[in-house]
């Protein structure tokens, strides 16, 4: 017994190390430590059971493709709508369209799967998500607050951004791993206990569930949103939007923002962003031409 335990503990050990390593095979590093639990007497049934877990580390660390990082995100928008409704706004969802199309053909990852789309939020909560799937949703309240076309592209910018960072994929991929990491050392338990950990090894099962609730719910974490902000400046002075209307966006959040809900759960604070971004606005020497979008804002935005 003293001999499988060593062994058992020299693989976590191993799993954990390799957990974040995209160049071996997990199957290939543990099989040489599962061969000699097997051979062991009496400790079959434990290697089959550490070798099944293995695999399932092996297919959690395998990248995420563009069908699958597409369909996570369908599900995690379907989840915000079974919130929210969708408003029934066609021009201005058709106008917010080709503002997140100009800005994402001019962003380092202009397609994806099934492409980039928009729609609009019936709430008046002050709010807008972004699925890895591309979908974007801006709550009829943020729309509201908007006072020129460089703001709003300010906040479909910083939601491309969360999109092209892959934040809500990290979050699942550590998910996965962690899942399956769980799992195994569980197996493993519960072949030494004759299955009284057996039990535990169910509990991880809705963890993909759990972190996209959390990541609707409380938001990504302020270095992702501080990230976020960033390449949104990026993409919008590649574009010919004034970078500086982000902090126009910021200071209209500051004002309206006043009840426990929408950006102010799941973003840090406006003066926090504000703050963060006061030293990047010198890499940018943009000509204002907002004033030459002002008319077709007003009126789109006047029948909202």
Known sequence: MKKILTSVCGL???????????????????????????????????AESIMTSAESIEKAIEKIDPSQEYYIGRAVAAQILSKYELANEPELEKYLNQICGALVLNSERPTLY??????????DEINAFATSGGHILVSRG???CVTSEDALAAVLAHEIAHIQLEHSLKAIKTSRITDAITKTTFATMSVLS????????????????EIV???VDSGYSKSQEYEADETALEIMAATGYNPLAMN??????????????????THPSPEDRLKNLQDQYEHY??????EYRMERFLTIMKNL
Not at 114 to 123: K, N
Not at 198 to 207: C, K, L, N, S, Y
Not at 248 to 265: A, I, P, R, T, W
């Open 114 to 123: 099934r492409g980039y789309s928009v729609g609009i939020i019936d709430t």
């Open 285 to 290: 020497d943009i000509k204002d031409t907002s």
């Open 12 to 46: 976590f050990c191993m799993i954990f190390l390799l957990s974040s390593c995209k160049t071996v095979g997990v199957l290939a590093a543990v099989g040489g430590i599962v061969g000699e639990i097997a051979g062991i007497e009496g400790s079959t049934e434990m």
């Open 142 to 144: 943020l729309l509201n």
């Open 248 to 265: 126009d966006m910021l200071n209209v959040l500051k004002q309206n923002q006043k009840s426990k809900s929408g950006f102010s759960v």
């Open 194 to 209: 004759e299955g009284e950990f057996q039990e535990f090894t169910d509990v991880f099962g809705d963890a993909v569930d």
């Open 213 to 215: 609730a959390e990541m």
